[in-house]
């Protein structure tokens, strides 16, 4: 046996164990759990697999087999699922990748399986492929499958977070496209099933591509904290759980430190560094009922315990017990004033609560009893919006996944009906919002609504707590504004419904009218005309014309006849600047040109920013203002441009997700030589010789320009902003760290714009 060989036989052999050892881990997770033990099907299922990936290999050099037997683990063990879904999850890439169809699936697993299988094809590739529509209306055949069976999208879940942990192999333009999906798509859907930790992991993961270097700032500074949390948390819970040994509860105490993802989303909005983020550690106080009907009194006497022992915040009562997010989401959260002086969140729930924050809606079939939980009827709510928004054909796929999107990650309020019916509606929610979930009939005829006995517009945001009755009018119409008042999925798609039927039928109408119009006038009715006047009346598209016609904005009259009398005289100017060109003409074309690279771009190599390059061939993105040093990428846009945007722009985010196959890895590679715009935001207590400091300061910056400089004081608080000329990130840290020195200011950040 040559030496070939025997490397090829010791290969098979690894892969072998590889593979046996975590298919059997599986099956020990399997067994291991409260679901009917169908080992055999299970087995069959990863044979059949096996064998249909056989020889086939992932970029990272292990055998294909090993993601879909991961994929089953987290489904299995994570997800609490049961012996459906594993066949499924070991079964989901087969229809894509080999010769298999899903009527052999159907004919060997059966039906459930086969549809769970077909449901998880549909949506393969990421959510999307190269066309930024075909994307979406992937996105759309996910949430149809999804409606039919949850479990569809729990394993595209389990898949996506498989492929996040093993994102690595991949080359760097796929690493962004693939984060970007997982932060504006499915971490909000996973929120949305109430699967907490797996968002979380997939926020952090996410996180940790796009910005590697703040990522491991982060993780570092909560390693460096770790021992100063750890005495405040056993000093903050030694008097509680006293107390609640007194009580004779049945508890288990445990501390949630944040997210690096959700640290670092705190400090870029709130414009604060990570020593100022105080609520890092919350406290979470897991109770174990004596029965199941008396676990909501039993957390309610662990907050009476706890809020003798330390002052409560008035405003930070969270009542998620007796109201439960949509989700399912169960919890009831107070803030306490620790001896130190720090606010200290405190989550008190109970275990099967705390199972259901964990894992969502898997956990409820965990405890079903008797066929069926009144937490599903949450689920089933939600998947009837959608299948409402689905019903209307969206002429634009993108519009639709950012519709859908506005109501994945929005936190929730509670409002009461007239009657006292409690009803749950997402934040910012505004009356129209309210009037739409109710029936497309009320909110299409709503003129308005009593919030709290007060009249209000439509475009009142309403609070928790709010009373609305909704006042309607047989005569009201929906008109196009609505669109910008409406903040939930549901109410934005029935208006845009509702708007585009209409409009269909003025287009009717006003091609109508023109005909008749044009035919008086005795001009025959061809596209040259109506270009015309399109052109006249300064539309964009012919439709736009036939639809203002049609709803009598627009009335035809002279100045239309006096267009079509008009000499054709002046086509010859035009003629003639064509012909010979004018020099203004020149110069704009070359400027133009001068920005688009001639050769063809390759998306799968890192692009490096030079300075020549950027001067020439490259657009920094006036959305984001990237500048040497920022983790940015690059973007193709259709006319062959490339765009640099900085990776946590949201215009990016969303280019992430839409046109993953034009995004391009980039990194930096300048020298101080290029000057870019950056504007500072100040903060402090006014006193004198304040402006004189910070000009000081900035001045003594190497090379450093100020371009603008306004300052406000109000009630001896100063804010001001300073648009300054840097060369990289470098510079504005080192600015921003010197200004933070002068003894008045207090807050000092980049910010956009």
């Known amino acids: 046996m040559d030496d070939q060989n025997l490397k090829d036989l010791e290969r098979e052999q690894a892969d072998n164990k590889l593979i046996g050892d975590a298919f059997q881990h599986l099956l020990d997770t399997y067994l291991s759990s409260r679901h009917r033990k169908k080992v055999d099907i299970v087995t069959k299922a990863f044979n059949f697999a096996r064998q249909a990936h056989k020889g086939v290999r992932r970029l990272s050099g292990e055998p294909y087999i090993m993601h879909p037997i991961a994929v089953a683990q987290i489904a299995c063990e994570e997800m609490g699922l049961g012996s459906t879904s594993i066949c499924a999850a070991l079964l989901h890439d087969v229809v894509e990748d080999t010769d298999y169809t899903v009527e052999d699936i159907s004919n060997i697993f059966g039906a459930k399986v086969a549809q769970i299988v077909d449901g998880l094809t549909k949506i393969s590739g990421g959510i999307f492929g190269d066309q930024a529509s075909a994307q979406a209306e992937n996105f759309k055949k996910l949430l149809l499958t999804m409606s039919d069976d949850i479990r569809v999208i729990l394993i595209k879940i389990c898949d996506r977070l498989h492929n996040m942990r093993t994102l690595e192999s991949q080359p760097a333009n796929k690493q962004y496209k693939i984060a970007g999906e997982t932060l504006y798509i499915y971490a909000p859907l996973a929120n949305r099933l109430g699967l907490n930790k797996i968002k979380t992991e997939l926020e952090n993961l996410s996180f940790r591509y796009d910005h590697p270097q703040e990522y491991a700032n982060i993780e570092h500074k909560l390693a460096d904290t770790e021992s100063q949390r750890d005495t405040l948390f056993a000093q903050f819970t030694a008097p509680i759980r006293e107390e609640l040994d007194k009580l004779g509860v049945d508890y288990k105490i445990k501390a949630r430190v944040k997210s690096p993802y ?171 919002d309210f009037a739409f979930s109710l029936h497309t009939d009320i909110g299409s005829h709503c003129i308005g609504a009593k919030v709290n006995h007060k009249l209000v517009p439509l475009s009142h945001k309403l609070q928790s707590g709010d009373q609305v009755e909704v006042l309607t009018s047989k005569s009201q119409r929906v008109q196009p504004e609505w669109e910008a008042y409406a903040t939930t999925a549901r109410a934005r798609a029935k208006i845009a419904s509702i708007l585009r039927k209409e409009a269909k039928a003025h287009q009717k109408e006003g091609e109508a009218i023109l005909a008749d119009f044009l035919r008086n006038e005795d001009i025959r009715m061809d596209d040259s005309a109506i270009d015309k006047l399109t052109r006249l009346h300064n539309f964009h598209t012919r439709d736009e014309l036939f639809v203002a016609v049609g709803s009598k904005k627009l009335v035809l009259g002279d100045a239309d006849r006096n267009a079509f009398k008009e000499k054709q005289s002046t086509n010859w100017k035009k003629f003639l600047t064509f012909s010979f060109g004018n020099k203004d003409n020149k110069d704009t074309k070359e400027q133009s040109e001068e920005k688009v690279p001639q050769e063809k771009i390759n998306t799968k190599q890192i692009l490096k920013l030079t300075e020549e390059t950027i001067q020439k061939n490259y657009i920094m993105a006036d959305c984001c203002h990237p500048i040497p ?30 046109y993953g196959n034009r995004i391009i890895a980039t990194e930096w590679d300048t020298h101080k030589e290029l000057s870019f715009l950056v504007t500072i935001y100040l903060k402090g207590i006014d006193s004198m010789g304040l402006l004189n400091e910070v000009t000081q300061v900035i001045s003594r910056q190497l090379n450093v320009n100020i371009r603008k400089l306004t300052i406000e004081t109000t009630d001896g608080i100063f804010e001001g902003k300073i648009q300054l000329y840097v060369h990289d990130v470098d510079d504005v840290r080192s600015i921003c760290d010197n200004l933070k020195q002068i003894q008045n200011i207090k807050q000092v950040t980049r910010i956009e714009g």
Request: glycine share 6%; with cysteine.
């Open 262 to 432: 959700s640290i670092w989303n705190k400090m870029q909005n709130k414009h604060v560094s990570f020593d100022e983020i105080y609520d890092i550690l919350a406290v979470r106080i897991i109770v174990t009922p004596k029965s199941r009907t008396n676990e909501v009194n039993e957390c309610f006497n662990v907050y009476v315990a706890i809020s003798k022992i330390y002052k409560s915040h008035p405003d930070r009562l969270r009542d998620w017990v007796n109201h439960p997010k949509a989700n399912g989401y169960q919890a009831l959260h107070v803030t306490l004033m620790g001896n130190n002086g720090q606010w200290i969140e405190v989550q008190i729930r109970s275990e099967r609560m705390n199972d259901v924050a964990e894992q969502g809606f898997a956990a409820h079939w965990k405890y079903k009893e008797g066929g069926g939980s009144e937490d599903e009827g949450e689920l089933d709510k939600w998947l009837r919006t959608i299948k409402e928004i689905l019903d209307d054909p969206q002429p634009d796929a993108i519009d639709f996944l950012d519709t859908i999107k506005l109501n994945l990650f929005a936190s929730e309020i509670f409002v009461f009906t007239p009657k006292g019916e409690i009803k749950t509606m997402p934040q910012n929610s505004t009356a129209l």
């Open 629 to 658: 040093g920022d983790d940015v990428l690059g973007y193709i846009d259709e006319q062959n441009r490339i765009i640099i945007h900085k990776r946590q722009c949201p215009v990016a985010a969303r280019l992430k997700s839409s």
